[in-house]
């Protein structure tokens, strides 16, 4: 059928954009790297054991692998969380900050920074921003349930109270830290988000939680598709609703969390990629979820290689141009949508 | 009207109640439905109709009493199982999303369907037929934000149909419909019942309701004021008690009530059909 072969191709084409990004992630840098230095890096320690690697097959692995392995987990940890939330809450405009996870984990990291524990211990500045996260997840549901009914509305505003909070807190910290210039220069720049610096230590924390956390939301793509119709719908179908519910927003808790522990701020991924895919594939679970993840690798992927690409001068953090293209990106959505129920 | 046998109760409610944050929203409310049978729930706005249908379903849970399945208490019953058991339509809803017609009528069979299971040929002619019944298998090609709050109401309806339960649940759902539709939504559920299912209907239409229904239950501020058949629930004692409005009743010609609401400036209105 038409449909179904339109939507397969997405995926293809998604995947093979996605490789793509990705090797030209690798070869973008400021040393020269070419196809054929990749090619040898990535062969030779399968061939033989002993030949010592030239710099370019250490800069690869090193530096330039990691780094776009990261920015692909991050976009699509960050992409499918966003889909989870704009699921669970049916509303397109919920994203992986409106729970005020992602402000959790960011409040985490900005008081390992702040303490001087990220300089001396890599798993500090991760450890805090989960826990940063996960306390944030369990006062907003604690504050929003009652008698085991979590009303949505209530959740949301509990979560935007929440950020409100953390993002104050960050604020505050940030000003007690501008006395000493490198302590709040290290929290502003991780705050605005970037890879910088990132390596296979990064990788290994993230990838459990984005492969559990990919795996997990899989489970549920059924429910997610009946709980468009409402919660009284969705439970009239036969979904538990309270049980999907808290193990769904667990989930986005941990994804939001792996990724701003290991990228810091990076806005709007999850709120535009779930929206793209949507046009492109439709509402249903079962497609939007695991193509979220590819194309938020992808936009990810691609927005880091811009970076490094024309701004490689300037330090521009990845957060300043997710935001940059995702926020007109979204308006172009919102204008689109207005005009469409205008007619 | 049809005499009903004794029948085994499918549902069974014993001293129900349900408070809100203000005070009991339902109270002392005693039930036996069978299947086989439309039962018609009336009453004025805010005397529990909704509440007492949510109940049923176990949406949300008893203050008070309890609802029993089949002799089963409905806390004891899984999700899926109570799914399989009861439908409940709803009065409306706004579906942001772009899901096809088609799409939402087969989530009706979800409780049939393992969690990663496919829908079977049986599943698919299921959701065929529900269309079918409801007449929305002309806008299986639509998607489900693009229609008329009436369409999205006989989709939603047919997703009951096609969820193929014993107990159908109906929370006004003719509210937003045309005449001609809410006739056949009402034909549509009067078959069920001669079917062997068991219908509640809540409904804000009297004349419809006693033209339907084989027994009504009144509700009037969250109690069980009346339980019978129509002649016996809609008098002109409770339209004035329950509902605040003066009227006569006669039989229509072809079954249900003519209710005749005396208005100012009218003479004095005959003491009662």
Request: charged content about 15%; proline content about 5%.
């Given at each position: 059928m ?11 084409l ?7 990004a990705?090797l030209?992630g690798?070869l973008?840098?400021?040393a020269a790297?070419g196809?054929?230095?990749l090619t040898?890096?990535l ?5 033989s ?12 692995w090193?530096v330039?692998?990691?780094r ?7 976009g699509?940890?960050l ?25 959790g984990?960011?409040l985490?990291a900005?008081?390992?920074?702040f303490?001087?524990?990220a ?5 500090a500045?991760?450890l805090f ?10 006062a ?5 349930t ?13 979560g935007i109270a929440a950020g409100?909070?953390?993002v ?8 007690l830290?501008l006395?000493?210039?490198?302590v709040?220069?290290s ?5 605005m ?18 492969v559990?956390?990919?795996?997990l ?14 919660e009284a719908?969705a ?15 667990l989930?986005?808790a941990l994804?939001?969390?792996a990724a ?9 991924v999850?709120l535009v ?5 949507r046009?492109?594939a439709?509402p ?6 695991p193509l ?14 811009a970076?490094r690409?024309?701004?490689?001068a300037?330090?521009?953090p ?9 926020a007109?990106f979204f308006?172009?959505l919102?204008?689109?949508?207005r005009?469409l129920?205008?007619l | 009207?049809?005499d009903?046998?004794?029948?085994a ?9 349900k408070?809100f ?31 007492l ?7 949300q ?5 309890e609802v029993?399945v089949?002799?089963?208490a409905?806390?004891s019953?899984s999700?899926?199982r109570?799914?399989?058991t ?6 409306d ?9 088609r799409?939402?009528?087969?989530m009706g069979?979800?409780p049939?369907l393992g ?5 079977g ?14 007449g ?16 999205r109401q006989?989709v ?5 149909v096609a969820q193929?339960t014993?107990v ?20 549509l559920?009067?078959?069920?019942a ?14 419809l309701a ?12 969250g ?20 509902f605040g ?8 010609p072809?079954g ?8 100012p400036?009218?003479g004095a ?5």
């Amino acid at each position: 059928m038409a449909k179904t072969d339109g939507r397969r191709s997405a995926f293809v084409l998604s995947a093979i954009l996605l490789a793509a990004a990705m090797l030209a992630g690798v070869l973008t840098g400021p040393a020269a790297i070419g196809v054929g230095d990749l090619t040898r890096a990535l062969v030779q320690p399968l061939l033989s054991s002993e030949h010592l690697p030239g710099w370019q097959a250490v800069v690869i692995w090193q530096v330039r692998l990691p780094r776009v392995l990261i920015a692909a987990m991050v976009g699509a940890a960050l992409a499918v969380s966003g889909a989870v939330l704009q699921g669970l809450f049916r509303n397109p405009l919920a994203s992986p900050s409106v729970l005020g996870v992602a402000s959790g984990a960011s409040l985490g990291a900005v008081l390992a920074i702040f303490f001087g524990l990220a300089a001396t211990e890599v798993w500090a500045l991760p450890l805090f921003a989960f826990c940063g996260a996960l306390l944030t997840l369990f006062a907003v549901y604690g504050i929003a349930t009652r008698g085991g009914h979590t009303p949505v509305a209530t959740l949301l505003l509990a979560g935007i109270a929440a950020g409100a909070f953390n993002v104050a807190m960050s604020s505050f910290v940030l000003a007690l830290a501008l006395e000493n210039w490198d302590v709040g220069k290290s929290i502003v720049y991780w705050t605005m988000g970037g890879l910088e610096g990132r390596t296979w230590d990064h990788v290994l924390l993230l990838a459990p939680f984005l492969v559990g956390g990919l795996v997990l939301t899989m489970v549920y793509p059924r429910d997610l598709d009946a709980l468009l119709l409402g919660e009284a719908q969705a439970a009239s179908v036969g979904v538990d609703v309270a049980r999907t519910r808290l193990v769904l927003l667990l989930v986005t808790a941990l994804l939001t969390a792996a990724a701003v522990a290991v990228a810091g701020g990076i806005g709007f991924v999850g709120l535009v990629v779930p929206h793209m895919v949507r046009l492109l594939a439709g509402p249903h679970h079962r497609r939007l979820l695991p193509l979220s993840a590819l194309m938020g690798a992808l936009v990810l992927v691609t927005a880091d290689l811009a970076l490094r690409t024309w701004f490689a001068a300037n330090e521009i953090p990845l957060g300043v141009v997710t935001a940059a293209l995702g926020a007109p990106f979204f308006l172009f959505l919102l204008l689109r949508q207005r005009g469409l129920m205008s007619l | 009207m049809v005499d009903q046998p004794m029948r085994a109760p499918l549902l069974q409610v014993r001293g129900l109640g349900k408070d809100f944050g203000r005070g009991p929203v339902l109270d002392a409310i005693d039930l036996d439905l069978g299947p086989g049978a439309m039962v018609g729930l009336v009453g004025p706005n805010g005397a529990g109709k909704t509440t007492l249908l949510s109940l049923l379903m176990g949406l949300q849970r008893p203050t008070r009493g309890e609802v029993r399945v089949a002799g089963r208490a409905l806390q004891s019953l899984s999700r899926r199982r109570l799914a399989r058991t009861i439908a409940l339509v709803p009065q409306d809803l706004e579906i942001g999303f772009a899901f096809g017609v088609r799409e939402v009528v087969a989530m009706g069979r979800y409780p049939h369907l393992g969690r990663f299971q496919a829908p079977g040929s049986a599943d698919l002619d299921a959701v065929q037929q529900a269309m079918v019944a409801t007449g929305v298998d002309a806008l299986s090609d639509r998607t489900i934000d693009t229609l008329s709050g009436g369409e999205r109401q006989r989709v939603l309806i047919a997703r009951a149909v096609a969820q193929q339960t014993p107990v159908v649940l109906l929370d006004e759902v003719t509210a937003n419909l045309d005449l001609s539709h809410q006739l056949e939504v009402l034909g549509l559920a009067r078959a069920m019942a001669a079917d062997g299912r068991l219908v509640v209907a809540a409904m804000h239409d009297l004349a419809l309701a006693s033209r339907y229904c084989d027994r009504l239950l009144l509700l009037g501020q969250g109690r069980l004021r009346a339980d019978g058949p129509v002649g016996a629930v809609l008098t002109p004692d409770h339209l004035l008690r329950f509902f605040g409005v003066e009227a006569s009743i006669d039989m229509a010609p072809g079954g249900g009530l003519v209710i005749t609401p005396r208005l100012p400036g009218d003479g004095a209105a005959p003491p009662g059909a």
